[in-house]
């Protein structure tokens, strides 16, 4: 037990007599060795540990951040999304095309496709049959610069004595001099052979006209091969029925028809439109080949298609629409075309071609796209309308800029993209 301490007190009255008052005795108190380290609870993780893995997390949320922030300007840009001004108008008008046209005027270019195709048809009779082999020859005019009439079955000699006449009368050209060099004048001519029989079925030659001998033409006109004389024949000969080859020959027809427009479609350049039935057509049956129980027939045909360049094609549209400004029409291949003259084989090559179209065409404006990215060059977003609304062929206009929190678009036009959609996609 403690002793009880005493404190000393000065009384006010007697500042020189001291009293001596005992204190309350003290209370325990916990008393505590500073000089040993303070060891509190703990888990199993180290605190150093918790703070070196927080000090990790917080580099990289910064380091994302800066990251983010970084590729936004990486990849800094524009995307302006237009919607055309579009209509829906029915045609149902009539053209011209020329081969060679002026300034202005609609012209049309020329593909010409040709395919062969035979058939194999069983041989049920025997006959008798004299035929003659007949071929295509070029006749020359090398003696004067007057044309040469030679009329219909006009003689032509090969070396040996054969004997071939044309099956329609010629004018042949006279020659010509160019760059000091004589050319004489030619056409080609389909001979026939006079008399029937194998023996005229000869192989490419030239040709003198019996006609001229004892006249100065006579070594100034010639002829030559242009392919070799085929289908002369005499003797019992295997034939099929007439019909039978008839509708093969209208199956073959067909086919190659469609054989030639896909081929067609299929070569169509660039900017250059081809429609489906925009062609002549010609058939040709050639000789027949007969086998011991078969006689193969072979269908020919040459068809001319005419090439229409788009965009000449879309602004006589628009002219027969009466509309102005740029346009396109993406559905252009949708229209019904018509020749005004479908059985006129050499309507395509002479040089002028008379057509029409039918449908209901998309008439989409157009803009210049390369104008528009330079007048939207560094303007502010919430001044960007006032661009667009110089534009008539514009009809709405959605803005998006990169990063979000630009207000303007980027000082360089390349950076500026610009997509066009339509409402009826």
Do not use: C
Not at 105 to 128: D, N, Q, V, W
Not at 338 to 355: M, V, W
Request: no cysteine; net charge positive; aromatic share 8%.
């Amino acid at each position: 037990m403690p002793k009880n301490l005493i404190q000393d007190v000065i009384p006010k009255d007697n500042p020189r007599s001291i009293k001596r008052i005992p204190l309350p005795p003290r209370r325990k108190t916990l008393s505590i060795d500073y000089s040993e380290p303070v060891q509190l609870p703990t888990t199993e993780d180290d605190m150093p540990v918790k703070k070196s893995r927080l000090w990790l997390w917080l580099i990289a949320l910064v380091s994302v951040a800066v990251l983010a922030f970084i590729s936004s300007y990486l990849f800094t840009g524009a995307t302006v999304v237009v919607t055309p001004v579009e209509e829906a108008l029915v045609i149902k008008s009539d053209f011209v095309a020329k081969r060679t046209g002026n300034s202005g005027e609609l012209t049309y270019g020329l593909m010409t496709l040709s395919k062969e195709m035979s058939r194999s048809i069983p041989a049920t009779k025997e006959e008798f049959v004299e035929e003659k082999a007949e071929g295509t020859i070029v006749i020359y005019n090398n003696f004067g610069t007057a044309v040469q009439r030679l009329v219909k079955n006009t003689r032509f000699e090969t070396p040996e004595g054969l004997v071939y006449r044309i099956l329609n009368s010629v004018d042949v050209p006279g020659k010509k001099t160019v760059d000091g060099k004589t050319i004489p004048g030619s056409i080609e001519a389909v001979v026939s052979a006079e008399a029937p029989g194998e023996k005229y079925n000869i192989n490419l030659t030239d040709f003198t006209i019996p006609g001229f001998k004892g006249d100065p033409r006579y070594n100034g006109f010639y002829a030559r091969s242009k392919n070799k004389m085929m289908g002369g024949f005499s003797g019992n000969k295997k034939i099929v029925d007439e019909k039978e080859v008839e509708q093969a020959r209208e199956v073959m027809q067909k086919e190659l028809k469609e054989k030639l427009i896909r081929d067609a479609e299929a070569q169509v350049p660039d900017g250059y439109v081809l429609f489906s039935n925009g062609f002549t057509a010609v058939f040709e049956a050639m000789p027949e080949k007969n086998t011991p129980n078969t006689v193969d027939i072979t269908e020919k045909a040459t068809f001319h298609f005419a090439l229409f360049n788009t965009a000449g094609l879309t602004e006589e549209i628009s002219k027969k629409l009466n509309k102005t400004g740029g346009a396109k029409i993406p559905n252009i291949k949708t229209l019904i075309f018509s020749l005004k003259n479908p059985n006129d084989a050499s309507l395509i090559e002479n040089g002028t071609l008379q057509f029409r179209l039918d449908g209901t065409v998309r008439f989409v404006r157009t803009f210049d796209e390369v104008q528009l990215k330079g007048e939207l060059v560094n303007k502010a977003r919430k001044n960007a309308e006032e661009v667009f609304l110089a534009y008539p062929g514009i009809k709405k206009a959605e803005i998006k800029i990169r990063p979000f929190w630009k207000m303007s678009f980027p000082s360089d036009p390349d950076d500026i993209r610009v997509v066009v959609v339509s409402e009826a996609q």
